[in-house]
């Protein structure tokens, strides 16, 4: 089984703030914004592309010089946020998540993997300094640096974990998330996607989940499940 999860809200909570940092600074140097903070862009679940993109054009820049300065935005970005990352971000890790990873990578058959729209730079520090890098591994994953659009996410990860040219099957593909976008980007795939009530959603906005999980034990319930064979579990 692959278990696709997004950091922001669903492994983590509140470690955005030398993200912002890092994206805005990002912006002015690229592209010489002067208040990026002005321009009111809902982040949650968009790629870091996505956002940046939206502030732009909020602030009259062409999609044109957008698009000329893309390669270097993510240079910049990644480079801000190595700079103002804290060197732990341990306190920001949601309460039993740790023991879930670390219970589900034991397991036989099941990888663990990431659909985040983080650029994979800004994402792999989140994990390395939160601690939970550990059971993430490098070449895996789908991150905002490979797609702007999320949709596209799920079926790049798929395509990372699959063996002998084919893809991971849809059918042993579950994504974790905590917005309403993290369920889009799942179905736009035809994977399971479970919400969880971790992040800025609650279970009102996230009725198109195959699942809904209000916290990590309810999660854990969920994905064991389903893993030992129940699909009652999830559905």
């Known amino acids: 089984m692959l278990l696709l999860f997004d950091i922001d809200g669903t492994l983590m909570s509140g470690a955005t703030r030398a993200h912002r940092q890092a994206l805005h600074a990002a912006l002015g140097d690229v592209y010489g914004l002067a208040d990026p903070a002005g321009a009111h862009v809902d982040p949650a679940g968009r790629t870091d592309m996505e956002i ?41 890790v949601i309460a039993g998540i740790p023991e879930l990873l670390e219970e589900l990578a034991r397991r036989p058959g099941v990888t663990l993997s990431l659909v985040t729209g983080n650029l994979e730079p800004i994402a ?51 994504l974790i998330g905590d917005t309403p976008r993290d369920i889009a980007c799942a179905h736009a795939d035809g994977v399971l996607c479970i919400a969880v009530g971790t992040g800025p959603h609650g279970s009102e906005d996230l009725g198109d989940a195959d699942a809904f999980a209000p916290d990590p ?3 854990r319930e969920l994905l064991l499940g389903r893993l030992t064979g129940s699909r009652a579990a999830v559905d």
């Open 52 to 92: 940046a993109r939206a502030i732009l054009l909020d602030s009259g820049v062409s999609a044109g010089r957008i698009d000329d300065g893309v390669m270097d935005f993510r240079a910049a970005c990644a480079r801000e946020y190595s700079r103002l990352c804290p060197p732990s971000l341990a306190e920001f």
């Open 124 to 174: 792999r520090l989140k994990l390395a300094r939160s601690g939970l890098g550990v059971h993430f591994a490098p070449g895996q994953g789908a991150f905002g640096s490979d797609a702007e659009d999320r949709t596209e996410l799920p079926a790049l990860a798929r395509r990372r974990a699959g063996a002998d040219g084919l893809p991971h099957p849809r059918q042993q593909t579950i």
């Open 217 to 219: 034990a309810r999660l």
